[in-house]
């Protein structure tokens, strides 16, 4: 008798049983390239609404913490960059801190003028130090006598 050699059988997709099994064993978890993809876009976002600040005449700190909280609303239903967000959200807030005030705080002396920032030293210092030891004691009267702790602080 000769062998008669049997077609794999197909699907609708005119793959067969093999090649989709192919497909599930090489799945992959793309959140990590996100975060990093959705951190690039936020840059580029972030370039792209500092000269409209300008030109709106809306201050850019506005304008990116509105586009912050509409992200977040609906990060449920942005798909790969929702779950992104979510992973930038999860992270731990001393190292956001510690990857962006640096860069924050260059920026910010960066784009200072040197001239203005002479002229108003002393305000700056007045308000820097005596203020600042002023707030301190306001904000301690002000938990012990008005909300009523005693002094029992635990961190």
Not at 50 to 72: E, R, W
């Amino acid at each position: 008798m000769a062998e008669t050699k049997k077609e794999p059988e197909q699907n609708a997709h005119g793959d067969t049983a093999h090649h989709a099994e192919g497909h599930k064993a090489h799945a992959h978890d793309t959140s990590k390239l996100d975060v990093v993809l959705f951190m690039f876009l936020c840059l580029m976002v972030g370039n792209f609404f500092k000269p409209l600040a300008g030109y709106i005449g809306v201050p850019y700190t506005s304008l990116i913490t509105i586009l912050g909280l509409v992200l977040g609303v609906f990060s449920k239903s942005l798909g790969r960059t929702g779950v992104a967000i979510d992973i930038w959200s999860q992270m731990n807030p001393h190292l956001l801190l510690l990857l962006f005030i640096p860069a924050l705080i260059f920026e910010s002396a960066f784009n200072s003028d040197w001239h203005i920032f002479k002229v108003e030293l002393w305000q700056v210092l007045l308000m820097a130090g005596p203020m600042l030891l002023v707030s301190t004691i306001l904000s301690a009267l002000m938990m012990r006598y008005i909300l009523g702790y005693d002094g029992e602080f635990t961190f």
